[in-house]
DNA sequence: TAATATTTATTTACCGGTAGGTAAACTTTT
DNA sequence: AAAAGTTTACCTACCGGTAAATAAATATTA
């Protein structure tokens, strides 16, 4: 087994999810992956490869918990939490890597080589939008605009996400999540005027 | 009048809210403001000084947005959607330096120089949390928890921003906004169960 | 007020260091 | 012997930064 390639990718995410990538050079990825730069070069063709092969990696990650059930027959609030919990472990195992998709996604167009995450977006506001439909139908939500519904909690776990990047440690992040959307849920849930 | 250290500035923003710091040399920041590297140095000290004049120029206008008044005596939800209105203008007029300052802040430690935006958040939250305990002691808003209240409508104010930033002229974004904070508000406001 | 001295602004030409990338030789595995 | 993997040594281009000379504006003095 090449460990190389292993070791290279591995020193490449240590370096560009701590200097970005104009700020990691090719020297110091082979550097810390104890070998040299035409290595890097035979396996990943070029710095901008190695960058994207981990960006890809991860994508799929995060797409593959989105296609995961998440107990249809519960309530339609805890489906939602489920959801976000999953996507949420995910996160903070790999959050640096997904620090540095972060900001390159809502970065200076030209700081990097282009890489596509609009798909995880969309299908996480999809799967958002189809629970929320179906909350609204069976009256546990009441009946307000499902797209405005979607949009404050993937915003709300964006915001959650986001505290933990920029404030590690700071506070206890899964509580936070969980209060936030129970807050939101309870506003959204069906009361009588 | 030194146009020259406004010419400089000037393109600096061009090209860095591009770019990305690292991505931006000095070099170019000079061809295009029409002069000499000596001529940055002189004004600036360094690329990073430069870099930080443009960052904290644009803290301090929003920061000074945050003090202003709302109308007291509106609905909360109301003087809310200002505050957020008021702070998404500004927000449009300086997006892509703040397409920069979020990449930086949210992006990994080492890409840029030390900035600590930090400060506008923490306003942001305080300001909108005093509002929302108003919001309960009247009675307009259900008795939730505050600071996940609060967290919503940032986070909802965030998600829209972003959006923005991502998907330009997507969607009608003000709109989005307002209608996402209807939404919200419309959860939040008292009703009998 | 005219000439001179001083400070401020700007340019030319350069520094050592490092960037991404590769040709070509060598070693190991198949 | 052929293929895959790895190394040494090198390429050109550019990086941030500066010394020193010069030009323009301002202050001082006769």
New binding site residues.
């Given amino acids: 087994m090449?460990n190389?390639r292993d070791d290279l990718k591995k020193a490449a995410i240590f370096l560009f999810t701590r200097k970005g990538y104009n700020g990691?050079?090719?020297?110091?990825i082979v550097e810390k992956a104890k070998?040299?730069?035409?290595?890097l070069?035979?396996y990943f063709k070029?710095?901008?490869g190695i960058y994207l092969s981990i960006l890809q990696e991860t994508l799929e990650e995060f797409l593959k918990i989105l296609s995961q059930n998440f107990g249809e027959e519960k309530l339609v609030s805890n489906q939602l939490k489920e959801l976000c919990f999953s996507i949420y472990e995910k996160f903070k195992e790999k959050k640096d890597i997904l620090r540095l998709i972060h900001s390159i996604f809502y970065g200076p167009p030209k700081s990097a080589p282009k890489f596509n995450f609009e798909s995880f977006h969309k299908v996480f506001y999809e799967t958002i939008i189809e629970k929320i439909n179906i909350a609204i139908e069976n009256k546990e939500f009441f009946d307000g605009d499902r797209e405005a519904m979607a949009f404050c909690v993937m915003s709300v776990f964006n915001g959650v996400a986001e505290m933990e990047i920029a404030f590690p440690k700071k506070y206890d992040y899964k509580k936070l999540l969980d209060k936030t959307l129970s807050t939101l849920f309870e506003g959204f849930s069906r009361r009588k005027k």
Avoid: A, L, W
């Avoid at 990691?24 to 110091?28: D, P």
């Fill in positions: 090449s190389i990691t050079s090719v020297r110091e070998t040299t730069k035409p290595c070069y035979y070029s710095k901008e």
